[in-house]
């Protein structure tokens, strides 16, 4: 079985610890999802907020460190930024030897409009400039996901021909996402369409487009703060397990054994 690689995105990190417990970026069961499959699970951390380029690098180190002494490809499921992360290693970091296929989601692939608000107040702002300095708040991430910012990054990190590139969107209409979302889904859906409190499901869209969720940015990897009652999505962990089912009828990984261990939705 092809190990299996979870990155997340911007301000994420791996696990996070408050006192006795621990949560993991992807939660509700997602990790156990995959490795009941039967695949080896690399869970990614890099910096928080810095740059695709650096975060890149962080990720292939963690790759390489995993990796050492096999000849193993990965599949990468990369949330939010960390699937432009995954792109740029790829491509400049020359990973393509090491990499199967990749499924992002929700990843700005044509920028975000929501960045371009933020900064553009952020500069206006010489309190807010102030601010972050003082906090000592990197905010080379963020520029990264400007739209600007990414359509240059498009002319120069290019798909690999001996990569398989998937993704995924999500989209929910404004009152059905967290109040921490709605400002911005109301800004991305003004500039760029129907999208997930985050990221449109035009700038998501990128290689193979898979489907898209009826789920908002942080529902994508099992973080759920709305009280769902009419069609609700639930649980996306059995969501994980149909993308791996799709790369599996495209032979990039092997189909779920019958030996696997079932798991509860």
């Known amino acids: 079985m092809l190990p299996i690689v979870l990155h997340h995105g911007i301000f994420g990190c791996d696990r996070m610890r408050i006192g006795p417990l621990e949560f993991s970026y992807f939660g509700g069961g997602i990790e156990h999802e995959i490795a009941s499959r039967g695949h080896p699970l690399i869970v990614a951390r890099v910096s928080k907020t810095a740059s695709i380029a650096h975060r890149a690098a962080e990720l292939k180190q963690t790759l390489l460190e995993r990796l050492a002494g096999s000849d193993d490809r990965v599949v990468i499921l990369a949330h939010s930024m960390g699937g432009l992360d995954a792109r740029y290693m790829i491509d400049k970091l020359d990973m393509s030897c090491r990499v199967a296929a990749m499924i992002t989601l929700s990843t700005p692939h044509r920028g975000s409009s929501y960045a371009d608000w933020v900064l553009?107040?952020?500069?206006?702002?010489?309190?807010?400039?102030?601010?972050?300095k003082f906090v000592k708040l990197d905010l080379a991430g963020l520029r990264d996901l400007t739209t600007e910012a990414v359509a240059r990054f498009n002319d120069t990190v290019l798909d690999h021909p001996e990569v398989r590139y998937f993704s995924v969107s999500a989209a929910r209409p404004w009152h059905r996402v967290p109040a921490f979302l709605v400002h911005s889904h109301r800004i991305v859906s003004r500039e760029e369409g129907e999208n997930d409190g985050v990221v449109s499901v035009k700038s998501a869209a990128w290689g193979t487009h898979l489907e898209t969720w009826p789920a908002d940015h942080m529902h994508m990897i099992n973080r759920r703060y709305v009280i769902e009652i009419r069609s609700p999505t639930g649980n996306v962990r059995n969501r994980y397990a149909g993308l791996l089912d799709q790369l599996a009828a495209r032979g990039i990984v092997a189909p779920r054994s019958a030996s696997a261990l079932p798991t509860m939705g």
């Not at 553009?120 to 972050?132: G, T």
């Open 120 to 132: 553009k107040n952020i500069d206006k702002s010489r309190q807010a400039q102030n601010f972050l």
